[in-house]
């Protein structure tokens, strides 16, 4: 029924930079919230950036100032540009989203993409 397709994760070295896309289709009704958490192993799943119907985003505090998300709305995709990445940043991304219909509000999750940072 609903869909994200998630992609640009790999591997990269420290400093570096790369670009997460995910690609939202089917049932998803108006999308309240879109955006990306990580998960380390060992670790919970943390916020990472999300973005708001109107336009409004939030941040980690570890990933302010290199992380940017962004969106396109006609294509309900959003995407997280990783700048200067540490090798803290390793994680397996999930893209997240809330769509909102008449039934309510629902939350999704891609599969997640796997990000290395290691040199």
């Known amino acids: 029924q609903v869909r994200l397709a998630e992609s640009g994760g790999g591997l990269v070295q420290p400093g570096g930079s790369l670009r997460l896309s995910c690609a939202a289709s089917g049932s998803i009704g108006s999308i309240v919230v879109m955006g990306w958490y990580r998960q380390a192993p060992g670790e919970q799943r943390e916020l990472v950036a999300v973005i708001i119907s109107g336009g409004s985003t939030t941040y980690a505090d570890s990933v302010k100032g290199r992380f940017t998300i962004s969106r396109d709305n006609t294509k309900n995709t959003v995407y997280l540009e990783m700048n200067i990445v540490k090798p803290e940043d390793t994680a397996v991304y999930y893209c997240?989203?809330?769509?909102?219909?008449?039934?309510?509000?629902?939350?999704?999750w891609g599969q997640g993409t796997q990000v290395t940072v290691s040199s």
């Open positions: 997240h989203l809330q769509g909102r219909s008449l039934v309510g509000i629902r939350a999704y």
